[in-house]
């Protein structure tokens, strides 16, 4: 089995932030993703977009300091770093859908290995569809990146061979980040960029329970 830890919420926003370009401009999706915008290696300018209307958002404010009129599309408070706009959510959507995004980062409940993308709904009776932007993101972006849990509550891994949720959008998934290891989606299937320290790659392949090429 091996002795591993997985990686906390925040250090897998870190690792996200390490593999985002300099001089990208990146949307972070509502829940996890948003602590990308935390993380941003110091010296690199990394240009964030909020599909509510915002571009050159900043970190989390410190507690205390929270402006409740400049939010992100969670609801969550923001802030605004130097040259920083906002303006109407149809030019925001203008962009998403305009490929003027050079990454977007995405929550999902499920992909597949060669990177189809179901994020919005689980298609249980009485689930509250959640589609947001997320069809925009997934096929407007030039990248699109999934952060999540490897497994479910129940142990089950969220990549799969077919998504058997509805779908948001297909093949658009190019890099999946992990709380226990980092892929890339090819149409070959799946490539493991990482992993956690003291998981060998047998127990890894067991958990996710498709094929991966090391």
Same mark, same amino acid.
């Given at each position: 089995?091996?002795? &591993?830890?997985?990686?906390?919420?925040?250090?897998?926003?870190?690792?996200?932030?390490?593999?985002?370009? $300099?001089?990208?401009?990146?949307?972070?999706?509502?829940?996890? %993703?948003?602590?990308?915008?935390? #993380?941003?290696?110091?010296?690199?300018?990394?240009?964030? #977009?909020?599909?509510?209307?915002?571009?050159?958002?900043?970190?989390?404010?410190?507690?205390?300091?929270?402006? &409740?009129?400049?939010?992100?599309?969670?609801?969550? %408070?923001?802030?605004?770093?130097?040259?920083?706009?906002?303006? #109407?959510?149809?030019?925001?959507?203008? *962009? *998403?859908?305009?490929?003027?995004?050079?990454?977007?980062?995405?929550?999902?409940?499920?992909?597949?290995?060669?990177?189809?993308?179901?994020?919005?709904?689980?298609?249980?009776?009485?689930?509250?569809?959640?589609?947001?932007?997320?069809?925009?993101?997934?096929?407007?972006?030039?990248?699109?990146?999934?952060?999540?849990?490897?497994?479910?509550?129940?142990?089950?891994?969220?990549?799969?061979?077919?998504?058997? &949720?509805?779908?948001?959008?297909?093949?658009?998934?190019?890099?999946? &980040?992990? $709380?226990?290891?980092?892929?890339?989606?090819?149409?070959?299937?799946? =490539?493991?960029?990482? =992993?956690? $320290?003291?998981?060998?790659?047998?127990?890894?392949? =067991?958990?996710?329970?498709?094929?991966?090429?090391?």
């Amino acid at each position: 089995m091996g002795s &591993y830890q997985k990686r906390s919420k925040n250090e897998l926003a870190r690792r996200v932030a390490q593999d985002i370009p $300099d001089g990208s401009y990146v949307n972070l999706g509502i829940g996890q %993703p948003t602590l990308v915008a935390n #993380h941003i290696p110091g010296g690199r300018e990394v240009i964030l #977009h909020s599909e509510n209307g915002i571009l050159g958002m900043g970190p989390a404010p410190a507690a205390g300091s929270e402006d &409740y009129d400049l939010i992100n599309a969670g609801k969550q %408070p923001v802030t605004l770093l130097p040259g920083g706009a906002f303006f #109407h959510h149809a030019d925001s959507f203008a *962009m *998403m859908r305009g490929g003027h995004l050079d990454v977007c980062v995405l929550g999902a409940f499920q992909v597949s290995t060669t990177g189809d993308l179901a994020n919005w709904s689980t298609g249980e009776p009485g689930a509250i569809p959640a589609v947001g932007g997320a069809m925009d993101l997934a096929v407007g972006a030039k990248q699109t990146w999934v952060m999540m849990d490897l497994l479910t509550k129940q142990g089950a891994s969220k990549i799969v061979a077919q998504c058997s &949720y509805p779908l948001t959008a297909i093949g658009c998934v190019k890099r999946i &980040y992990t $709380d226990l290891a980092t892929f890339e989606c090819t149409p070959q299937g799946l =490539r493991l960029i990482d =992993r956690v $320290d003291g998981l060998p790659f047998d127990e890894l392949q =067991r958990l996710v329970g498709q094929p991966v090429a090391p």
